[in-house]
């Protein structure tokens, strides 16, 4: 099951549209302005369209188990980056809540059986502390929201600062600790992202090495409790802490792109990944750079057939790599170039109109970390 963070921009529909138009299995989205504290309630005509929708596009079946132990397909919900239920401060903690409870509620509206949130950081206090915090906050959300089906996951970040989710072991304690105090084993899941497992140090530039990540992952939380994968490459080298994704085969884990091979990309995480039995039903999302390659394709297809064709019997997917437009010869200053009419540079390639991706999403995958920002600097990522 294979989709991206689509952007809303517009209406929410848009996102399934974009999906179809690029043929995927389901999407990722915010459900509301992400940078936003407050939220216009959803709209119930919006609201009724996108379930005729989604049923329609069939994005309603299959996948994970909800918290109800339902099969509703993989749409997966993104809540908002000013969440830090981990915060020591307590009206940032509180606004937290309030926020979290609202990209519940959305959620449940929308019949979307996943929401993925950052843990948090727990900025100027302790890493035990930051766990506390957010247990607590799940008991006030989990009692705000009784009988809900959303499964609310915990995603794997790359451990910068004082973010919480790099060592797979705080997110082993933070889901034992919530289930401690809400009860509800079956509404915490996780989240994992190949950019952020590999950048926090667990490698996955071999499929040897994924397989030991994945294994060390499954004895402290479990390869079933993970509901969602976020499917992206990693600029920075394993264990950097950097948070930058790449397209698929461009960065440590798949690449390098100048000799990009399926079997290169199958002897990494990805094929380990994809072909994992254990996350065959599984959400996959792309959070790559959204942008149109040199031969006007968009970025997320090339992507997600690299993917797909990772799979046994699928090889014949694999994408003609696109076409590399060399970068014109800067013409000198002065008319010393003369005969030929160059392309003036930079112009070299028109973006495709309607491609469905000029309507991108997003922060997602523009948060550039500062250079330097090393192990101390919390700062959010995806
Ligand atoms: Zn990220
Ligand atoms: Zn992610």
Redesign the pocket.
């Known amino acids: 099951m294979f989709g991206s963070h689509l952007s809303i921009a517009g209406s929410m529909l848009n996102a399934l549209d974009d999906a179809r138009r690029l043929g995927f299995d389901t999407v990722q989205v915010f459900t509301k302005n992400q940078q936003q504290w407050k939220a216009k309630p959803l709209d119930p005509g919006l609201v009724k369209d996108w379930h005729a929708r989604t049923a329609e596009l069939g994005f309603d079946r299959g996948g994970p188990k909800d918290a109800r132990g339902r099969h509703r397909g993989g749409i997966t919900s993104h809540a908002s980056y000013l969440i830090n239920l981990a915060a020591p401060a307590d009206a940032l903690w509180r606004q937290s809540i309030d926020l979290m409870t609202d990209e519940i509620e959305r959620c449940e509206q929308l019949g979307i059986p996943f929401l993925v949130h950052h843990p948090g950081a727990f900025t100027t206090s302790s890493l035990d502390e930051g766990l506390r915090r957010i247990a607590d906050a799940y008991a006030e959300l989990f009692s705000r929201t009784k009988g809900y089906a959303t499964v609310s996951c915990l995603e794997g970040t ?1 451990g910068a600062g004082s973010q919480i989710g790099g060592p797979f072991e705080e997110l082993a304690r933070l889901r034992s600790l919530i289930i401690e105090k809400t009860g509800q084993p079956d509404r915490v899941g996780f989240c994992l ?1 190949t ?2 497992v590999h950048a926090a140090g667990y490698d996955l530039s071999s499929a040897a090495s994924a397989k030991a990540a994945l294994s060390r992952f499954d004895e402290l939380c479990g390869l079933l409790h993970v509901r969602v994968w976020h499917i ?1 490459d990693s600029k920075g080298a394993a264990g950097s802490h950097l ?1 930058r ?1 790449d397209h698929i085969g461009h960065g440590t884990i798949g690449g390098p792109a100048a000799s990009l091979t399926r079997d290169r990309l199958l002897d990494s995480g990805f094929g380990t990944v994809v072909n994992h039995p254990a996350f065959a039903h599984v959400p996959k999302h792309l ?1 790559t750079p959204k942008e149109d390659a040199p031969d006007g394709r968009a970025w997320d297809s090339i992507n997600v057939a690299r993917l797909r064709s990772l799979r046994p019997g699928e090889e014949s997917q694999w994408p003609a790599p696109p076409k590399v437009i060399e970068a014109p010869k800067t013409p000198a200053r002065t008319g010393k170039s003369g005969g030929k009419p160059g392309k003036p540079s930079g112009t070299g390639v028109r973006r495709k109109e309607g491609s469905g991706t000029s309507r991108t999403p997003t922060k997602v995958q523009q948060s550039k970390p500062k250079a330097g920002s090393g192990r101390r600097k919390p700062r959010r ?2």
């Open positions: 790359v992202d950019c952020h992206n948070d994704h959070e990522g995806n």
